[in-house]
């Protein structure tokens, strides 16, 4: 009897898409690890991409739209697998039952974090597809309340599966330098000029990694004598970690708040503002409050008992289980 085909949509690989893109490329690589009862396959527009042990399905895409109302449809009803699995939207008709991943919904809280378009194009797929879904995954407690609260989704269909740390991420030799370290996109909602606040204020270099999805914060964090160092490799990010100071994350709404557990997996302390999803994921292990610049402060000055909390904090969050989770989830929504 040949095993269930589980396809999962990974149109985000080499889009340098941050949290989605790590998200996608790790679940793909532990899956086939976790569980040999089920086969997998990747639709995708860099094959290359797509990790050992996973099947390549390419699938090119000029329209976003067309790809999710036509190719991807019709991709289904050709291979016809067992289930398929989503980041954020559905198909426009999926031939197949479907699990659809949300990490967030920041834009029904706050409006300010994308334009009108893309808001309302948010606005009318997610909901949309957290209602058709046979099984919806959030990466935190906090999303899960949200989309219960917001979407009238019942608990029961929800599944939480927190995100991992890469092994990549671990504690270097090298020395700790002076700078202030600020990982995610430039945008209004992670609210960067908050770190550059802290940075001017205890007179530290920042380093800020992360695309610019708003040229104008981009170009004041500059002014401000910000290094903005865009988007790094793995390697790179994780030597920019170790030999951080601090890592300043200011966002005033997250999903779960990754670049949190990737620092502490480095040894490196944490300063946050308080936000639910960040005190779901950091527990004691960081320093959180309503004032960044303060949080750092007392970061800083707890060096050593930061470091040795996050990295036990950071083992409790492993890729293989969000993998064994997600199966379970799988084998759900088949038997469904």
Known sequence: MSKPLVVIDADVLGRQRTGDETYVEQLLRALPRVADDLRFAAITRRPELVPEGVESLNLPARSQELRMAWSVPRLLRRIRPA???????????????????????????????????????????????????????????????DVVELYRVAEEKIVVTPLGVDPAFQLGNGRRE????????????????????????????????????????????????????????????????????????????????????????????????????????????????????????????????????GIERAKTFSWEETARTTAQTYREAIGS
């Open 178 to 309: 002076s700078y202030l370290l600020y990982v995610g996109a430039i945008e209004p909602r992670k609210q960067p000029l908050l770190a550059a606040d802290a940075a001017h204020a205890l007179e530290r270099p920042l380093v800020v990694v992360g695309p610019t999805k708003d040229e104008e914060l981009a170009a004041e964090l500059r002014r401000r004598g910000a290094d903005l160092r865009g988007y790094v490799s793995k390697d790179e990010l994780v030597r920019l970690y170790q030999h951080a100071a601090c890592l300043v994350f200011p966002s005033r709404y997250e999903g779960f708040g990754l670049p949190i557990v990737e620092a502490m997996a480095c040894g490196t302390p944490v300063a946050a503002l308080a936000d639910p999803a960040v005190r779901e994921v950091a527990g004691d292990a960081a320093v959180l409050g309503d004032d960044v610049t303060e949080c750092v402060r007392a970061a800083l000055a707890q060096r050593e008992r930061l470091a040795a909390a």
């Open 83 to 145: 289930v398929a699995h989503f980041l954020h939207a559905l198909p426009l008709r999926c031939p197949c039952p479907a699990v659809v991943t949300i990490q967030d919904i920041s834009w029904e809280r706050d409006p300010s974090v994308m334009d009108l378009r893309t808001r309302l194009t948010f606005k009318a797929v997610v909901p949309r597809a957290a209602r058709g879904a046979v099984r919806v995954l959030a990466i935190s407690e906090r999303t899960k309340r």
